[in-house]
Nanobody
Framework: QVQLVESGGGVVQAGGSLRLSCAAS????????VQWFRQAPGKEREFVAR????????YYAASVKGRFTISKDNAKNTVYLQMNSLTLQDTAVYYC?????WGQGTQVTVSS
């Protein structure tokens, strides 16, 4: 079992920034990516970004590339998603995923 706890969501004005955290515990494995997904109201869940467990490699969805940065603190077993230049279209519940395990999600609301 892997436990994932997201935090850092909130309300921010368009153009602002937020940093999300995903704290992992339990049977974590270097075989897994850690991924961020998001789900906006009425839409399907979509991929945002991922990072290898050792933090060496990252990959981003085209919609966030250049604005979002995924990183990992190995000592804390925590993955971060730094989100800059936020737009209304970034409003969603953001989820962390590792293997088949999901966190509970954290709400990000971007206001005009």
């Amino acid at each position: 079992q892997v436990q994932l706890v997201e935090s850092g969501g909130g309300v921010v004005q368009a153009g602002g920034s937020l940093r999300l955290s995903c704290a992992a515990s339990g049977r974590t494995s270097s075989d897994y990516y850690v991924q961020w997904f998001r789900q906006a109201p009425g839409k399907e869940r979509e991929f945002v970004a991922r990072i290898t467990w050792n933090g060496a490699a990252t990959y981003y969805a085209a919609s966030v590339k250049g604005r979002f940065t995924i990183s990992k603190d190995n000592a804390k077993n925590t993955v971060y998603l730094q989100m800059n230049s936020l737009t209304l279209q970034d409003t969603a519940v953001y989820y962390c995923k590792m293997g088949v395990f999901w966190g509970q999600g954290t709400q990000v609301t971007v206001s005009s």
